[in-house]
């Protein structure tokens, strides 16, 4: 599941883009770039996204990251439908977006750790960006040890929305079109 956010009102930095996998565990951070640099521009220029470009899908074989509309469907990302046409592309969406929901209540776990991501960070912004993957580390090390999760955190689709709709190269509708076809 792909994410960003976390910008600083102070220094207008969008401190970090994600990728946390389905135990909740964040398996990538990029974080240096200013708040209005788009999604999709910051993962394709990560070396995560570079890689995955480089060597292409593998299918589903290999899984795919989940990204919000904000980001081109490739065959390693998939975004949902922007304008679904059919039943079975409203289910897929459905589908995309409530498994999204656990990045959603990733950030709320991490939120509830470490209450100064709730306000302003009064730091220069690489200072603030290495003190957020730290917190990041932090909370990927809560999770192995299972350190209990506050029980009042239940996110749901509702309660997040989709960003700007991405306007670009589409690579990735066949395989989209497949998933939807085959379990939807």
């Not at 996998?21 to 521009?41: C, E, I, R, Y």
């Not at 950030?107 to 200072?127: A, D, T």
Request: hydrophobic letters at 35%; proline letters at 4%.
């Amino acid at each position: 599941f792909l994410k960003s956010g976390g910008e600083n009102p102070t220094f207008h930095y969008d401190f970090f883009l994600c990728v946390i996998n389905f135990t909740g565990l964040f398996t990538n951070v990029v974080a240096k770039w200013p708040g209005s640099t788009h999604d999709s521009n910051i993962f394709r220029t990560s070396a995560l996204g570079r890689q995955l470009e480089e060597r292409g899908g593998h299918g589903l074989a290999e899984g795919v990251l989940l990204g919000d509309s904000g980001y081109a469907c490739s065959p390693f990302l998939l975004s949902p439908y922007s304008q679904p046409q059919s039943q079975s592309e409203e289910q897929f969406n459905r589908a995309h977006k409530s498994t999204r929901c656990i990045i959603e209540r990733t950030f709320g776990y991490l939120k509830r750790r470490f209450h100064v991501l709730h306000s302003e960070i009064r730091m220069s912004p690489e200072r603030a960006c290495t003190i957020i993957v730290a917190y990041f580390v932090l909370h990927n090390i809560a999770v192995k040890f299972r350190e209990p999760e506050s029980d009042d955190i239940n996110i749901t689709v509702e309660d997040f929305d989709v960003q700007e709709q991405y306007r670009g190269r589409e690579n990735g509708n066949a395989m989209r079109r497949h998933i939807t076809d085959t379990f939807f």
